[in-house]
């Protein structure tokens, strides 16, 4: 086991680049104003419901700059669940796609008003359809990893999800089919753990001191990490991918997270302010060493949080599927 | 002729060599067994998988999305009932996506009584398969068309559900196999592994060809002017032969294998009834919100008026399961008396 990465909050100097320091807060920023401003679509009902992933940038928007993006196996393939707005944003996706969602328009690009916020698909960019029973991706991520393998080149498999979905036989199932003996794949599995189970804390239903712990029964390479903290996720996600990359084998990361908002909408979608706001903590650090200005971080988001409101207002002028298009797609066609 | 497993085990060698399939898995499919019913001996891209249905099926997705083309396997369908969401998810994930992703790939699992296989080897699945939308279903009833109907199965770009009636699988068929050789002995002789070490064994392939039997088309197979009996993989034998046996009481059946249940062919069933005016429909997954019932409502609402009968329905019981005992099996899903005594007595049913 690697030695767990010290935490210097006193720290000298940031061990990261100015511009990525600052693309990483952008990208946490923009994220988290898009999440809040679908939640303000879901309050004022211009959307039927809403989960999301703020608290969870410090990770995510890492992750989604460090995947390798593209189409088919010599790339990464994202096996995401509803809380991946983040890496999203970060892979470059227009924030428009997510309020089309919201507001369930025919425009809607991840299921033309079929789904839920927050469940997004792109196969030109390998993220596969996002589902709502939960870790049902920990279970098709194998398959993806077993292409890559036999494809050769980097590309991996990366699956997410929560920390209570880890008791379904999914996430077993995952581990099991991705350490076979001679056969072991790709694959990044991580938890991301809120500490909860919608509305159930997870001490009273896990017994393991550490999700990441059950890897080690598989033999699988395994870390836990504060993911509040995304100069710790990227250094952290970059070794477990480039181990994965090189090796072709599975690691199981674990990140703490934070959720600031609750389960979904089925539980208020309101602020809790006892849990750790990782882009607070990014700004006060980037602030102290001279990153970027309150003033600027200030206007970043009153920026983008202006362009989504104008956004959230040309999306509720468009139009709804036409119901006839229930029938579209349900087989493919070849072309 | 070869018998059912054969043809499945010919279709996928085909499949393996020209149709793109990359991985055949599931329970025991790999060396050395090559399966339970020894559908995938000696194949090139068969592997053992973990003993996970749910495993099994959320690999051929994870495949299927990455540009492979996977056929796993269900060693028995009474172990498929565990893994109802992913093929859900599967069959859904084309309209979920607004046809951004589909995925081809093929489940095969073995159906239905016949083995005296007991409470857990003797489901049926065709009511609830039809149930989920987004897939397609066949189910042969024969050698010759468990070939053809693996063959398109392998070819398709979206999810099929390929149930292999299990009382079936060790039937040989009445017609050949394009490129089956002559002898049967030989055929078994070149592909099927022998027994104790197979570690060296390879098998001689014939040289197969492409005969596909089309997703959706039923086949007539006794035409008959007086009653109309549709039916698909374990029971329609059963049908062919009381309708031949009929025969000599004066009754004239036509006897329709649907093949495919979803998408069907309703304009075959449909064409055979409006000339009949009678029909049994036969299968022998539970009579409750069955397949069959879905076909009555359907015969019902659009041919109603052309009907001398009511359309009947003959199915297996609507018990927890099928009993081990000969005589508890026998109560519990259609067996040759039933078949010959539904078809007798709706030809012969006035108002």
Not at chain 1, 160 to 167: F, I, K, N, Q, W
Request: glycine share 10%; hydrophobic share 40%; with cysteine.
């Amino acid at each position: 086991m690697p030695k767990p990465r010290l935490l210097n909050r006193d720290e000298d100097s940031l061990p990261l680049d100015r511009e990525l320091l600052v693309r990483m807060h952008d990208l946490m920023v923009k994220a988290r104003v898009l999440e809040e401003r679908l939640i303000q679509m879901y309050k004022q009902g211009h959307g039927y419901f809403w989960i999301g992933g703020p608290g969870e940038e410090a990770f995510n928007v890492p992750l989604g700059l460090l995947m390798k993006k593209g189409q088919g196996p010599a790339y990464d393939y994202l096996h995401a669940h509803y809380r991946q707005s983040a890496t999203m944003m970060a892979l470059g996706e227009d924030p428009i796609g997510a309020l089309r969602q919201m507001k369930n328009v025919a425009a809607d690009p991840y299921s033309g008003g079929r789904n839920f916020a927050g469940h997004f698909s792109k196969r030109e960019w390998n993220i596969a359809p996002v589902s709502s029973p939960i870790e049902v991706q920990y279970a098709m991520a194998p398959g993806t990893a077993l292409a890559q393998k036999r494809h050769g080149g980097d590309g991996i498999s990366i699956v997410t999800g929560g920390d209570a979905g880890t008791a379904e036989g999914d996430f077993a199932s995952c581990l099991v089919w991705s350490s076979r003996p001679g056969n072991e794949l790709p694959i990044l599995i991580i938890v991301t753990n809120n500490k909860w189970g919608i509305s159930t804390p997870g001490e009273t239903q896990h017994g393991e001191t550490h999700i990441a712990d059950r890897g080690k029964a598989f033999n699988i390479r395994t870390k836990t990490i504060d993911g509040n903290d995304p100069i710790n996720s990227y250094l952290e996600l970059k070794e477990a991918m480039e181990y994965v990359r090189k090796e072709r084998k599975p690691f199981l990361l674990e990140a703490m997270v934070s959720r600031l908002y609750g389960h979904s909408s089925a539980s208020g979608a309101n602020f809790v302010g006892n849990e750790q706001d990782c882009l607070a903590v990014f700004e006060e650090r980037l602030e102290k060493h001279g990153i970027l200005t309150r003033k600027e971080m200030d206007e970043l988001r009153n920026r983008y949080t202006e362009d989504m409101a104008a956004m959230a207002r040309q999306v509720r002028e468009e139009p709804l599927p036409a119901p006839e298009t229930i029938w579209n797609h349900i087989f493919a066609e070849r072309k | 002729m070869a018998n059912m497993a054969q043809a499945v085990r010919m279709a996928l060698h085909y499949a393996e060599e020209h149709l793109g399939v990359t991985d055949i898995f599931g329970e025991d499919v790999g060396a050395p067994l090559g399966g339970v019913f020894t559908a995938t001996q000696g194949l090139k891209t068969a592997w053992n998988s973990p003993l996970d249905e749910r495993g099994i099926i959320g690999m051929a997705i994870g495949l299927a999305m990455a540009g492979s083309k996977p056929v796993a396997e269900i060693q028995f369908a009474d172990y498929i009932f565990n893994t109802i969401d992913l093929l859900k998810i599967a069959g859904n994930t084309c309209w979920a996506t607004n046809g951004d992703w589909n995925l081809p790939m093929v489940v095969k699992t073995p159906v239905g009584s016949g083995i005296r296989g007991s409470i857990y080897h003797s489901h049926s699945f065709d009511a609830t398969a039809t149930h989920i939308p987004g897939w397609k279903i066949v189910i042969p009833s024969n050698p010759l068309d468990a070939y053809g109907l693996m063959i398109s199965a392998c070819q398709e770009i979206n999810p099929v559900m390929y149930l292999e009636p299990k009382a079936l699988l060790r039937i040989k068929g009445e017609e050949r196999i394009p490129g089956e050789p002559e002898d049967d002995k030989l055929l078994s002789k070149m592909i099927d592994a022998p027994l104790g070490d197979r570690s060296q064994w390879k098998p001689q392939w014939p040289q197969l060809e492409a005969y596909a039997v089309p997703i959706g088309k039923g086949k007539v197979v006794r035409a008959g002017s007086q009653v109309t009996v549709v039916s698909y993989g374990r029971t329609l034998p059963l049908c062919k032969k009381a309708a031949d046996d009929l025969a000599a009481e004066g009754v004239d059946a036509e006897v329709i294998d649907m093949r495919t249940l979803w998408p069907y062919d309703w304009e075959l069933i449909k064409g055979s009834v409006e000339k009949t005016g009678r029909v049994l429909y036969v299968n022998e997954d539970t009579e409750v919100t069955n397949f069959g019932e879905h076909l009555v409502r359907r015969t019902v609402e659009e041919l109603f008026y052309k009907l001398m009968a009511p359309p009947r329905l003959l199915a297996g019981k609507f018990v927890p399961g099928i009993g081990l005992a000969d005589t508890l099996e026998m109560a519990s899903v259609p067996q040759q008396g039933d078949v010959t005594a539904a078809i007798r007595s709706l030809a012969s049913e006035q108002p």
